[in-house]
């Protein structure tokens, strides 16, 4: 059998179509001092990613993290204490933060991450009045996904207070609440301290499917490898600090030798509020609490919450590139009238077959990729057969079946060929995803 792999006798129009373009996101751990630090990322974004951040266990008062001054090279970062304590707080050291550039993404592999943020001053609140909800609308998730929030900037705080020498006031965190596969309820959470005057703030949420395992669910970084990662929705069983003192345990799927991992409260169904600080972390699984302030009491129980927990399997820093799409396509001659299969020749009635390679070399998913085929005059369009799309590199004489497995197409000399080949995953320019579509057609 011959094999053309330059094939002038088909006019090519090649489709396809994505929503998705370039995009970045980092993960690792940083060490956030007693005073304002200042942590540059592992790479340059285009716009000012969003920020979140795990406070650990370290100094016994209440405390979390807050972020400030986000710019597309870093951030500040620094340990805030609410009022019924002293303000300056102990360091924290690993401290997990997960930055990613704004937008509407979908990792390689297929999986949908939102990561938006919007401008309110709607808080909920043990002992104010005028407490309300942002609605937050999702789409294109099956089931409740796992939620991240976090505040992006401190508009609010007082500035005759040197933070965090002094308590942080107002005392801010971050509410969820509602979370279903359509949206969730989002607001500023003010907890049980009432003291200061909250003006709009920016606050970022990460919304990606629940129920991802590390085992499954995976992307290739340039620079680390394979970088694995896992969202996780726990059972409504996350309690406070003073109901117990290693925190609640959140097993991973498999083990991991440096694990980054973020979580949020999911529910609100303490009334005090309240914020997760990470207990212990290990290479297989992480200990949470939910902490309380203790402006009105000293009370940092708490009772049972829904948490979202996001991980990756290590440090690393990405570039999400677009869909690269490229083809290439060969012929080869099936049959032929005067010789069958046995080596045959490229002859009047002669049956050749076309194989067309689909190759996506970027990290994104490309959606709705069609062929479009148009004949010359030299082939009869009324013999068009065996339009096919089968996964992996094309082999023109290699085909494993000879039927039609599915692929859109025509006979009847008046449509062209259509190969649709649906969304082809990405990949990369070392490793790329190959996906070919067949073909048969008679010279006349």
Wanted: charged share 20%; aromatic share 8%.
């Amino acid at each position: 059998m011959v094999i053309h792999r330059v094939v002038p006798l088909l006019l090519i129009l090649f489709l396809w179509t994505t929503q998705l373009s370039a995009w970045r996101m980092e993960a690792d751990s940083i060490v956030v001092n007693n005073t304002v630090t200042h942590i540059n990322f592992r790479q340059s974004y285009e716009t000012a990613p969003l920020v979140f951040i795990l406070a650990t266990d370290e100094g016994s008062d209440s405390a979390t993290i807050r972020v400030n001054n986000i710019t597309t090279t870093g951030f500040d970062v620094y340990v805030v204490e609410p009022d019924g304590n002293n303000g300056p707080h102990e360091d924290m050291n690993a401290v997990p933060y997960i930055a990613i550039e704004e937008g509407n993404h979908e990792f390689p592999d297929g999986t949908k991450i939102v990561a938006q943020k919007i401008s309110t001053n709607k808080f909920q609140s043990k002992f104010m009045s005028g407490t309300s909800w942002e609605a937050i609308t999702l789409s294109g998730f099956n089931a409740t996904p796992t939620v991240l929030g976090e505040i992006q900037t401190r508009n609010s705080e007082r500035t005759d207070l040197v933070v965090p020498s002094a308590v942080s006031q107002p005392w801010v965190t971050t509410a969820i609440s509602r979370v279903t596969s359509a949206g969730f309820s989002l607001a500023i959470e003010r907890s049980e301290v009432s003291i200061g005057t909250l003006q709009s703030e920016d606050v970022a949420y990460l919304a990606i499917e629940s129920g991802l395992n590390g085992g499954e669910h995976y992307f290739t970084s340039n620079g680390t490898g394979k970088i694995e990662y896992e969202s996780i929705r726990t059972s409504d069983s996350i309690r406070g600090w003073d109901n117990s003192t290693s925190g609640y345990t959140v097993n991973f799927s498999k083990t991991y030798t440096n694990p980054m991992v973020v979580a949020n409260k999911n529910t609100r169904d303490g009334v005090d509020g309240g914020w997760l600080r990470r207990r212990n972390i290990s290479t297989s699984s992480i200990s949470i609490a939910i902490d309380e302030d203790i402006s009105h009491d000293t009370d940092r129980g708490h009772t049972h919450e829904i948490v979202g927990v996001l991980l990756f399997s290590e440090p690393f820093d990405m570039a999400f590139e677009e869909a690269i799409i490229s083809l290439d396509k060969n012929s080869c001659v099936v049959s032929d009238v005067t010789n069958g299969v046995d080596k045959p020749k490229r002859i009047p009635s002669s049956t050749i077959r076309y194989a067309v390679e689909v190759k996506n070399e970027g990290a994104s998913i490309a959606t709705n990729v069609l062929l479009n085929d148009s004949l010359s005059s030299e082939f009869d369009e009324t013999s068009i057969k065996n339009l096919q799309i089968q996964s992996g590199a094309c082999d023109c004489l290699g085909v494993s079946s000879a039927s039609n497995n599915g692929a859109n197409g025509t006979a009847d000399g008046v449509s062209p060929i259509i190969l649709d080949f649906g969304d082809v995953l990405g990949g990369s320019v070392a490793t790329p995803t190959k996906e070919c579509g067949y073909f048969e057609v008679e010279l006349r």
